[in-house]
């Protein structure tokens, strides 16, 4: 047995001593025990911080996004590769480089799922736009012809026109990876158009 009684909690009034308040529940008293004065700030100003936060994400021109920043950095990348690159010739013997790059063709996959796979679908094998991945074209009968669709659009615009878009270098690559596409035969849109004799070899 204990030779301590058990003691209760005494309202004293001594400094630095918590008070009972005269709130009884079922015999269960409570202390007058505030939340610090540094809480009650913290709370306040992360309420002050949110109207702030609001305004300048919804209304101010100088915020910024994650697709923003990575649109920055996607313009910056590129940059840094069309540098390595030069300017790139818009014919048909560069397609055909261009086609045999897997380092290219992968940043020609990227343009055409950010720009063409809405119509195309990721794949080229089509959704409102034709089939890219059989024989069969509807505005192409030769390699070169690719450049010509991707620029100045086809179908009275259905297909829109790209050049103000993209920048030139990317016309001719998303061009390329448009050409690698033939022959994969992707299940899809049905085959459109005539069938286009196959690419001219390479020069």
Not at 152 to 174: D, F, I, Y
């Amino acid at each position: 047995m204990s030779d301590h009684a058990p003691t209760t909690p005494t309202n004293s009034n001594a400094p630095g001593r918590d008070q009972l308040t005269s709130h009884d529940y079922d015999g269960i008293r409570e202390y007058d025990n505030p939340t610090p004065g540094w809480w009650h700030a913290v709370f306040v100003a992360t309420i002050v911080f949110s109207i702030f936060y609001f305004m300048f994400f919804q209304f101010s021109p100088a915020a910024w996004t994650p697709e923003s920043v990575h649109a920055k950095a996607e313009v910056a990348n590129l940059k840094k590769q069309f540098a390595e690159l030069g300017t790139l010739a818009q014919d048909e013997p560069t397609l055909h480089r261009m086609m045999n790059e897997v380092k290219w063709m992968s940043v020609g996959e990227s343009i055409f799922k950010g720009s063409c796979a809405s119509c195309h679908a990721d794949k080229g094998q089509g959704l409102v736009g034709p089939n890219l991945t059989d024989d069969h074209y509807k505005n192409v009968k030769a390699l070169g012809d690719i450049l010509s669709v991707v620029n100045n659009g086809a179908a009275g615009g259905a297909m829109p026109a790209q050049k103000l878009t993209l920048h030139p270098n990317e016309v001719v690559l998303v061009s390329a990876y448009v050409a690698s596409l033939r022959g994969r035969n992707v299940p899809g849109r049905a085959p459109e158009g005539d069938r286009a004799p196959a690419w001219s070899s390479p020069k």
